[in-house]
């Protein structure tokens, strides 16, 4: 059972919600027992408020995550509905679509490996809902227990590279390194991130820092509830917050 949380974190990674009490039952061998390499099919709704210095950004998204080819792979598809509220402009519509594909090549009873790669689109029916860019994004991750396996720490590495787009839009290539800890305590997990960045186009540093408290509250239904606040050299945001839905089917 401890085994399939870190699968579910690394399986739905940047999800920021986990299974915590599943009862599928532990194979005799984790490398060779397939269903430890299954991804699951999710549906993740969620709604984010960001302060900004010249107004808010509100996201409703919506994530779908599905296995594919061999369930060895995740397919991921973003679906963001923005609207930005400012002094000078007010809009909502379709933001950029992302695409991206997730696998795990390492898992055992202690630790995981995971790899993604997303690409952004520029399909933004406004200048103000999007970034202007087409954005790559690969991603490494890793993942190990502590505490007797009740505590759960999750280490990233992304890097987002515009690669095309608007000739009048800033360039994008931020690398964040960013640190998930997450503790399990019955239906229940309570969590705390923080991730690093570095703009190469500014020099800025866009951190931020947030707080999450979740709960399973069916047998493929959770919800949890996260405030955040940004740091650092033009960070890009004061504060924040998301709530969300996760459905395992």
Known sequence: MEKLHLFYWLSLICVFSINAQDTIKQGKNPYTEARYH?????????NEYLD??????????????????????NLRIDLPLVSTN?????????????????YIPYLDRREGIAFRARIISNSAVDP???????????????GTYFYKKALIWIVSLENQLSFAGSGNR??????????????????NWL????????????????????????????????????????????????FGVEAGMLVLF
Do not use: C
């Open 191 to 238: 969590a705390a991130d923080a991730a690093f960045r570095y703009n190469a186009i500014n020099k800025g540093f866009p951190n931020n820092f947030f707080i999450e408290f979740g709960r399973k509250i069916s047998a493929n239904d959770m919800v949890y509830l996260h405030p955040s606040a940004g740091f650092g050299n033009r960070k890009s945001y004061n």
């Open 52 to 73: 900004t210095d010249s107004g808010s950004l509100n996201t409703t998204q919506i994530r779908f995550l599905h296995p594919i080819g061999n369930k060895a792979w």
């Open 128 to 142: 103000a809902l999007g970034t202007g860019k087409w954005v790559f994004a690969p991603a490494v991750f890793y």
């Open 170 to 187: 800033s360039d994008i290539n931020t690398t964040s390194f960013e640190n998930y800890f997450m503790l399990i305590f019955g239906k």
């Open 86 to 102: 400012t002094s000078s402009v007010n809009k909502t519509g379709i933001g950029d679509i992302g695409v991206g594909i997730s």
């Open 38 to 46: 299954y991804y699951i099919k999710t549906i993740l709704f969620f």
